[in-house]
């Protein structure tokens, strides 16, 4: 009954949030000093330089009957609610009209999935098991060198990271292209893998080297502080070897913050990795949201935070409801 | 450990022979040496969408430049519009409300069937009775009917005289809406509008290879059949380049390393510094060989305009205050180290412009006095500059001329002195070196565009930096661009580095229209179409009138264009600092003989439709 109540509570808080976050989401845009009538005008007219004072007076008309805007604030808040939120039909990108916000997410999504989702695992994966080692092993040589490796990598501002991969692998050695050229509409599909894979690989590796930086570093705090508890002192009195002691007692009471934060990381991968796509020209949800802000794209903004939104949200719940498969001591309660 | 070097040296050994094929062909896999280059402004987000009557579909990426006509297209260098898909200009009667248009002969589309007045029919057709075609409410506004008279004309009636036909359906600056699609192919479509037309069938002398789903490049081939297109029909010749690639490069460290590294054969625009960096490539070239190095015929002013909806910025007094309290050749210095052409006009001194409206009118600018006589014309302007730049150990032309085609004919004075008067006649007060208004202490903003137009972002700086030098309280406002527009058509600024000053053409109507008194708008609502500004002068809003409802090709239409012009210099609603100035970089590793000051066949606008009549200049490196 507890473990009902228990997930009931955390069910309602995720459905909270969610709700809170989109009405938010739906309000502030239309705050901006900006509307993507006006925008699409200036676009066309700071394109053409042409376009006379009938033609701007008919086409603005014409703009506002077509992206939506004409009905009250209320009519359109609640048609977002019921086609936005529950229907995940976003409407036409305003900038991009008529296309669905929806299919624009769904060409770029699953690059910003398969670059982020990997890069956070692997980072995550490697962080954590060196900085395993160096805080339940601090005094041993191999833990301070990577430590120290760690420790240097990890405040280099990151775009400054970014770059110097670009300019050795990119510029100087050619080994890999500067920015992105994924073939995507290759018909051989392992042409297209390979694209993929070779384009990826200095974004990958500038996200892997930061994130595991961090890992680390946070990894080696929380066991390094759990190696000195009692019950670890208790287990090697008892005889266990290292290795178990590692594996079963430290690793396994440090790990549990690093899930939460996994969660948190893997729900933020839907908001794209902005300096990265910038930097390397990588195509992802982003510089979708970026662009959407700066032209005041309605429903591209409510699209794409929505989407986020509910990732966050729901990795939290995810989190929160396996905790106590990770940690015995946490019960639903 | 040795087979883990071993795994090493040959993952090395294989990414670098990697890049030693790949430095032969480009991404898609073609011939470098045949493939040209052109860098496109942004990716675009409806990706595989060509169909250029749908609203959202990118046409600077490529598709008005190489796969779509226009019924008119621009000549940048001479400023006149002329013939491309049209056969003529149009034929119209005395009153300017039927209008027969010639279609050109023997054109034909990529898929082998004949151009002819049906496409155009069709396409004018879809726009004036389709309400979610773009252009459908001014199609509707204008046109009373468009009839096919025959397989090569068109009969156009129009609701009014409407004496500027070709310049309302036909390019005159980037493009325009007026795309020909194939009847033959869109009219069996259930709904053309929604069309993406990823294959499309087109009169340019490309096709479709291609494309990247993500909208970072489009591969153009050249169609086996060039000599049919637009331009081979035009011109009699076709491009070299059998490969177009237009590809994006990320932010501007990638795109200057792209040109380093010869990835890229043209570019659209970039920064003084940038092209700094660039120019070590000795392959790099720009539009001049040496300084300035920048084009200067962008077809738009930077400069300051004010509200003259608010006071003091209403009074003309205090514009003309506000415009001799600024030095010009410190402000040029601050943008791009003195490279532009004075604009004082309302108009870009671009190399037409200049000879048809600046060099005629040099004798009345130099005569022109304010309310009290004095006479704000600095004919020596162009010789100060080049001082200026002399003592900086640039090489500078002793003649006169020239100096005038580089730096302009003349700019307005600094004189803090008339300045202060003038300030005084809007009704301000100078006490202890404060400036006042209506008893309080004066301030005023200077809105800035932050992330884009960069010669605008300085200029609006450097005016903020003469002012405070010389005792007034500004404060400049950077704004995002949709921020930065939206405040300028409300009316919600005091003054603003915004560009309300484009012209292209002898008959200025098309771009001096909205300045029309009686379309203003109260601040807090939407101007319409230009005049952002609220200028509200009945002596311009008159000739605007008269100018209306008189052809291109009448001599009045000049004159009226220059008295209109005069105007603007009494009112002054905008102080134009520099036609538009453009650093657009090419290089010759691959490709060579695009335009520059020293074969000046075209300006190098890449991003207009008219890149398709420069491309069969373009000759490949032997």
Known sequence: MKAWKYIGLRLITWALVIWIGVTFVFIIPRLFPSN????????????????????????????????????????????????????????????????????????????????????VIIAWTIGNFIGLLAGFRKNKRSSKILEGIAITIYPIPYFILALVLQ???????????MTANILTTAKDRGVFFASLLRNSVLPALSLLLVGTGWWIISMKSLSSSIAEEDFVQYARYRGLSERRIGASYVLRNSIISQVTALALSLGGVFNGSLITEI??????????????????????????????????????????????????RIRYS | MRKLMALLLSAVMLLSLGTALAGETTVVGTPRNETLIVEMQNPTQTAGQFNPMMQGTNMGT?????LWGNLYEIDTVKGEQFPSLAEAFPESNADFTEHIIKIRKGIKWSD???????????????MLTNPDARSHSYYQQIFKSIELEDDYTLKLTTKMSFPLLAESIGVLI????????????YSKLDNPLTFKDSNPVVTGPYTVKQYDELGNWIYYELREDAQFSDIGVVTGTIPKAKHILFQTFGDDATRTMTMLNNLVDIMVEVSPENWEVMKTNPKAAMWYPEYPYALFDDPCSKGIAFNCAKAPFSDPNFRWGLALAMDFKEVSMNIFNGAGRASVLQIPATASMQELYYKPMEEWLENFELEDGYKPFNTNYAREMAEILAKQG???????????????????????????KLLQKAGLELKDGKWFYEGQPFSFTCNILADTEAQAGRGGEAAVDQWRKFGLDVTPVKMTHTNFTNAESLGEFDVGAYWPSCAIIRNLYRQINGWDGDLIKPIGELSTGGNGERLNCPELTAKIHELSGVSSQDERSYELSTEILKIFVKELPFIGFHSGTKFVPTNNTYWTNYPTSENPYNGPWWW?????????HIEPVQ
């Not at chain 1, 007219?45 to 014409?62: F, H, K, N, P, Y």
């Not at chain 1, 390397?280 to 929505?306: E, R």
């Open chain 1, 279 to 328: 930097v390397f020209n990588y195509p992802g949800v982003g510089k979708l949201i970026q662009q959407a802000i700066l032209s005041s794209d309605y429903n591209m903004i409510l699209g794409t935070i929505t989407i986020s939104i509910i990732a966050i949200a729901t990795a939290t719940l995810v989190a929160d409801l396996i905790y106590p498969f990770i940690d015995p």
């Open chain 1, 36 to 119: 993507p009538v006006e925008n699409m005008i200036s676009r066309i007219t700071a394109m053409s330089g042409t376009m006379d004072a009938i033609q701007v007076e008919a086409l603005r008309r014409q703009l506002r009957v077509q992206f939506g805007l004409d009905g009250s604030l209320w009519e359109q808040y609640t048609t977002y609610i019921k086609n936005g939120l529950f229907g995940f039909n976003f409407g036409p990108s305003l900038m991009n009209y008529p296309t669905p916000v929806g299919e624009i997410i769904g060409r770029y999504l699953p690059y910003t999935l398969f670059l982020s989702v990997t890069s």
């Open chain 2, 608 to 616: 207009w439709s008219a890149f398709k009549y420069i491309l069969p």
């Open chain 2, 394 to 420: 640039i090489e500078m032309p002793d003649d006169d001329a020239l100096l005038d085609d580089m730096f302009g004919i003349g700019c307005w004075k600094h004189d803090p002195e008339q300045a202060t």
């Open chain 2, 174 to 185: 980037w493009g325009n809406d007026l795309r020909v699609v194939p009847e033959h192919i």
């Open chain 1, 167 to 177: 300019i050795v692998f990119g510029f100087l050695l050619g080994w890999f292209p």
């Open chain 2, 112 to 126: 082998g069937v004949d151009f002819s007045a049906k496409d155009v029919h069709y396409t004018m057709n879809l």
């Open chain 2, 62 to 66: 490529g598709i008005q430049q190489l």
